[in-house]
């Protein structure tokens, strides 16, 4: 619901919905300032009032009021006197700063992205608020998209050259927010490849703090999300507010607290490498942000997140249970006909539905160092073609997959012979710098989308492939473009994502059963941006389940399980040589999309039938495992040695994996609030005995001793 109060020169709007207020007001006809956001209002009658002193070193127009320095905005503009890290930076053809806004108006409608990811399908109330340079240059429109049925607000803005010169876009955040400094802390996520999501809880200094990525992607070194949470932030307590970006390429999200007692929250692509031209008549357009408030702590940001991104992000085609059978860790780059016939029988054995063949299927594809970029079957590994194996699959009633990296090529290739003009920051060949051996095709040239386009078409039609694992193991540098003058080279990172989102639109649109799990070496390209495009991600290429557990458990904090593609692989684990049993490889692995990794044919009769009878109760329990809710019952983990655990919850039935992690020689039993059930139900756990919510939540489960490292162990609650 939006309501709009006019008094004087003075335009306040408040948007609302059940749980939240966010109150915006314009002044001195030029600044939008922000006024409130919080749990709901009533109605807003301004009891904290806004600086309306004239301090040293402040900068005004004659006629404001008030000075840009000491504002609450919700959009400024560098140079314009507010010193501050601003939204924007923007400066004419000759180089001097358009710094001087005018408010136009507003208006209701509800805009949709075209090129970008998006929220969709969703309910709301929608605010246009239209900015104008004062000589009419340059018209811009911030966009406010309150959901119904969640304490969310979406944000983003908009930019048309309206005169008759180009314009040059230095820096255009998504969001800009400045609230009251109440002591606030920062929660953030970063890590490494193979050690992913890690948290970072720290206090707001004096200054500026910020996170980013200059690597073309969203990265695993730094996740495009940061939330504002209290002292008293914890697994059900302490007040937050929370900010994702939609959006997978370079980023920056930073914090300032500055000297007016605000903590500023700016949001956006990286002004690094950025610098985009626009021309009369042309718009720009950032991407969306979305802010979410709450009072109740981890757990609240958790359900808020997952059930916001299921139903306004997400539209997965996995329906039913998608097990996969993998043939990476069983034959690598060796992988030929022979071995994939074998692991068809082994995935069938089991219960798999899905065979995905790995890296290695193509020509001249030995090793990292062999050919990318021509997608050819290698007809010496695969005599009969990619198309038999199909079609042997398909007659067992499952479904064909293979491994592809579009993305990429290397120097041996056709494509490259070709096309070296396609290759991303190539000025020389002696001068290139690889990665994995890889160079990047340029993205943000129409020519290179329609040849992947057409690549992954003719390579899904001929073969009759129903799931692409499509990876992305390099990241961007040098970046420019060939071709192109040095005004166009910055917006080329901007142009590589879009260019990216064009080809997974139209494949998407073009296959519609076409399932396409996102891959970046596991973690490296986490983010919105590539959800809404994708069904499931393969979250690390860390396969031991013990640590991958830690990174599941904080990736829910941002994302819902169901696009979580877990391997169970051999044990001892190639990456870190960790020995598991098998129940607790199986049990850890089963969160989101259950997958199988290695060749059964080093286990016993007795080991098999095992992994059998698993994937029968997976399947009978997928509603828990892929499509509940991950609630925290312990804190955030750096470390997958300690105890970890979560409840999935859905409306009848939860499950709660508790992860005992490395032993203790003080055998006592510990004691599990679980928090988030209902204190109005009962529960039957394990179908032994009933206990009341109230119970469970407060005096909690008891967690019983166990002798040796590394076990887990499962409790089943039903309401009755």
Known sequence: MLKINKQNSRIRFHLSNEKISYVLE???????????????????????????????????????D??????????????????????????????IPLINLKYE??????????????????????????????????????????????????????????????????????????????????LSFYGTHANEFLPSIKPIFEGKMEINSKRGSSSPQHQPFMAIIDNNFSLNTGKFISCSLIWSGNFRISIEDDQSNYVRLNAGISDALFDVSLHPSEKFVTPQAILSVGHKGLGEMSSISQQLIRDYVLESRINDPLIAFNTWEMSYFSVNEEKCIEALHQAKKIGANLLVIDDGWFNNRDSENGQLGDWVPDKNKFPHGLKFISELTHKKDMKFGIWVEPEMVTTSSNLFKLHPDWVLGLKNINTALYSRDQLVLDLSKKEVQDYIIETISNLVIANQVDYLKWDFNRQLAPIFSQGRGASEQGKVSYGYIVGLYRVLRTLRKKFKNLIIENCAAGGGRMDLGMVYFTDQTWISDLTDALGRFRIITNMATIYPIKIFSSHFSKSPNEQDGRILQMQTRLGLSSLGSLGFELDLSSLDEDKINQIKAYVEKYKKDYDLFHDAICLPLSFLQKNATMPISVLLRRKNR???????????????????????????????????????????????????????????????????
């Open 26 to 64: 314009v002044i001195d006809k030029k600044f939008i300032v922000n006024r409130y956001i919080g749990p709901k209002l009533p109605y807003f009658s301004g009891s904290s009032s806004l600086d309306q002193g004239r301090h040293a070193f402040a900068v005004y127009q004659k006629g404001n």
């Open 66 to 95: 008030f000075s840009a320095s000491n504002l609450p905005l919700e959009y400024s503009i560098s140079q314009s006197g507010d010193y501050r890290e601003t939204s924007a930076e923007i400066t004419d053809k000759h180089g």
């Open 105 to 186: 108006g507003y208006n209701q409608e509800q805009v949709e992205l075209t090129d970008l990811p998006h929220i969709r399908n969703a309910k709301g109330s929608s605010l246009n608020i239209q900015l104008v340079n004062q000589d009419n240059d340059l018209s811009i429109t911030l966009h406010y998209f309150l959901f119904d049925d969640s304490p969310s607000i979406v944000r983003w803005v908009s930019y048309r050259n309206i005169g008759k010169s180009v314009i040059h876009l230095g820096k255009t955040d998504s969001l800009q927010l400045d609230i009251p400094n109440k002591g606030w802390k920062t």
């Open 654 to 720: 939860s499950l709660v994996i508790y992860s005992y992690g490395a032993t203790n020689a003080v055998h006592q039993p510990k004691w599990l609030p679980l928090i988030f059930l209902d204190n109005n139900k009962n529960y039957l756990v394990d179908e032994k005995r009933i206990y009341s919510g109230v119970e469970l939540n407060n005096a909690g489960l008891t967690i019983s001793p166990v002798i040796g490292d590394f076990k887990i162990n499962t409790y089943l609650l039903e309401t009755k």
